[in-house]
């Protein structure tokens, strides 16, 4: 079965606002590499309202969702930005920023966003912009290289023939 967004969200948004968690996958490379296209994310309320460094869900747009982290909030503004992303859009109003991701769920494995060395880690990939996204696209060039020369590990180099 597919769902759409708008459909999604008609459901994920009032549960939210009730205080209970949402989980839903993940779509697009926009917060890479904290959240691939895949990843399971678990939302939870925003009931202090955003804060800079977190990562939220937010409708920036009529029909139209992104989950990205939040760089700066002013005024009766949040600027959200994704991970792998070079420019922030906003602002959004914070009425439209309406879950926060608490874990990402990835191959059996399951970690916070919202504290711990996740969170430390997602400040230092947000103040560190864009020498983290540069460097990212330097490490996944060379990793993309690697794989055509037929070897999972640049270390060893290609598989003997």
Request: aromatic share 6%; no cysteine; hydrophobic share 40%.
């Amino acid at each position: 079965m597919i769902v759409s967004v708008q459909d999604l969200m008609s459901v994920a948004r009032p549960a939210l606002e009730r205080g209970q968690r949402v989980r839903m996958v993940a779509k697009g490379s926009s917060m890479l590499p904290f959240i691939r296209s895949g990843d399971v994310v678990e939302l939870t309320s925003t009931e202090m309202g955003p804060a800079r460094g977190d990562v939220v869900v937010a409708q920036t747009a009529p029909g139209r969702y992104v989950i990205h982290r939040v760089v700066r909030v002013a005024g009766e503004g949040v600027w959200l930005r994704g991970d792998s992303q070079r420019r922030a859009e906003g602002p959004v109003v914070p009425g439209e920023v309406f879950g926060r991701v608490a874990a990402v769920e990835r191959s059996g494995r399951r970690w916070r966003l919202d504290r711990g060395v996740w969170r430390l880690s997602g400040w230092a990939w947000m103040t560190t912009h864009p020498v983290g996204l540069a460097a990212l696209w330097v490490s996944l060039s060379i990793w993309k290289l690697v794989r055509r020369q037929g070897s999972d590990d640049p270390v060893k180099g290609p598989e003997p023939q």
